[in-house]
């Protein structure tokens, strides 16, 4: 079984941990795969028998691979995702940040997470992804995230307007600081801190909500994932920005853009033991009432 190591943001706090889990994933005959610049960095700290095999990009990342390993937060295994692309290799995110929502199994459950991976004991959950089409190359060949696509303004205090079109038909003008179109996967995250409704990961649809809107009445709206969505942007500044999950482009407003479903699926692995309804109540502390 080939598995490969993904780290963006190695901390030598972190060392004992790292340790860990390399030395349980080669307990159990597991052949490794790291990220380059992690090798790099970990290297001189954690002592390793041998010469690993390393990647820089879902190029030169083995096909046969079986797993992804991110190790770190929800942003780290956002990452990952650009890695991983089109290949349909699972990922599991092991958590080093704080929420861990994606990332979602903790340091004491890492011991028995890598026995359920040996043994098959584990759920694949396909993700949608949202995908970027643009009149100018934007991403560096990777335009599709996990989470969210987002609109937002740039150099300038003074609002933007955003024309929003579902399939050329017009939707509504958005007066406002930017907008999101988030998967149900990013349903619960910077979506839901603007306002946003949290979506069933299972569900086909995308969350289009504004961030700051000055409208009482503009409020978040569901809409099937089947549709493509275009924007026409207005505003004082000449530059705005355009983000994909945590990666972000500054481009002119004369650039034309819209979002679709990508073809291609994410497939995050989940423990058994794991569901949705648990983390949602675990990380948001939805539905908590301290009579109850």
């Known amino acids: 079984m080939i598995v490969a190591i993904y780290n963006r943001a190695f901390d ?16 159990n005959q597991l052949q490794l795969v790291f990220f380059h ?29 079986d797993m992804l390993f991110s190790l770190g937060g929800d942003g780290t295994l956002l990452d990952t995702v650009t890695y991983v692309g089109s290949t349909n290799i ?20 890492i011991e028995n997470a890598i026995i359920s991976l040996v043994r098959g004991s584990y759920t694949i959950d396909k993700r949608t992804l949202i995908h970027l089409d643009s009149s100018i190359p934007l991403f560096d060949g ?9 609109l937002h303004r740039k150099d300038s205090s003074s609002m933007i307007k955003i024309h929003t079109y579902l399939n050329g038909e017009f939707l509504n003008t958005y007066w406002a600081d930017g907008l999101i179109v988030a998967t149900p996967t990013g349903s619960t995250g910077y979506s839901l801190s603007c306002g946003g409704p949290v979506v069933f990961p299972q ?16 409020r978040s709206i569901v809409v099937p994932d089947d549709n493509v969505i275009s924007f026409e942007v207005e505003g004082r500044a000449e530059q705005f920005l355009c983000t994909m999950d945590a990666r972000t482009e500054s481009i002119p407003n004369s650039v034309q853009l819209a979002v679709k ?11 058994d033991e794991h569901n949705f309804l648990n983390t949602i109540r675990q990380k948001l502390y939805w539905g908590i009432d301290r009579r109850n």
């Open 203 to 218: 569900t086909s649809s995308f969350v289009i909500t504004p961030v700051a809107p000055h409208n009482l009445n503009t």
């Open 37 to 65: 610049d992690f090798y790099e960095r970990f290297a001189p700290h954690i002592p390793f028998e041998y010469t690993p095999k390393l990647f820089t990009s879902r190029r030169d990342l083995p096909l046969n691979t």
């Open 261 to 271: 479903k990508e073809i291609f699926t994410i497939s995050l692995v989940r423990p």
């Open 142 to 150: 990777s335009p599709f995230a996990l989470n969210e696509f987002t």
């Open 90 to 109: 699972p990922i599991i995110g092991v958590n080093l940040g704080r929420l861990g929502f994606l990332a979602a199994i903790p340091e004491e459950e």
């Open 12 to 27: 030598v706090e972190n060392i004992p941990l790292i340790q860990h889990v390399l030395q349980k994933l080669h307990d």
